[in-house]
């Protein structure tokens, strides 16, 4: 019952679903197609049976300037500079993300939570009361309406009005938020 691998492709085939294989093929892109030649027989017969498929591999092939043998291969790998990946300002943006927060943490006033801002990311300081977002970032400085995400418009109704919930419920609070807080103590 538990099969370890299944050919969608070759399903597809012994099906005579070719319309559906010529979907999925448009999907893929030129490189994608050699690969797919090279995974076996079934594979290969059908992208040479679609036209465009096959025509996709060729114009590949010659492009680059390969012809499939393992000497121009290895010609073309050993042409190629090498790039080592840059894996510090990955972490130092995440670690000047977290300081950002953490320093506008500490100005966040009592009823008050931090949110990302909607339009940079940075740490915007989120009032309940008021359902209005302040981004701290002096570049972006965006006011939102966390109701419905647009500009704050003050004591106006929503525009969208989307995001409203129904008189009877009341939604649940944020976390790290005073109600919150005063729920956890009540327990």
């Not at 418009?153 to 944020?174: E, V």
Request: glycine share 6%.
């Amino acid at each position: 019952m538990g099969l370890h691998h299944v050919d969608v492709l070759q399903a597809l085939l012994k099906k005579d679903m070719k319309h559906i294989l010529t979907k999925i093929l448009r999907l893929l892109g030129d490189d994608d197609l050699v690969n797919c030649k090279k995974v076996s027989k079934t594979w290969r017969r059908i992208i040479c049976s679609d036209h465009r498929a096959e025509k996709g591999a060729k114009r590949l092939n010659r492009g680059s300037g390969i012809a499939g043998s393992w000497g121009s291969f290895t010609r073309h790998l050993a042409s190629t500079p090498i790039q080592k990946p840059c894996r510090q300002s990955q972490s130092t943006s995440k670690k000047t993300r977290f300081r950002e927060f953490q320093e506008a943490a500490s100005t966040v006033k009592h009823h008050e939570a931090l949110k990302p801002c909607r339009r940079c990311g940075s740490p915007a300081r989120f009032d309940p009361d008021l359902c209005r977002a302040d981004c701290s970032r002096l570049s972006c400085g965006f006011v939102c309406c966390t109701q419905c995400q647009a500009e704050y418009h003050g004591s106006s109704s929503c525009r969208l009005g989307l995001f409203r919930t129904p008189r009877g419920s009341k939604a649940a609070p944020l976390v790290s938020s005073a109600q919150s807080k005063r729920n956890v103590k009540r327990l």
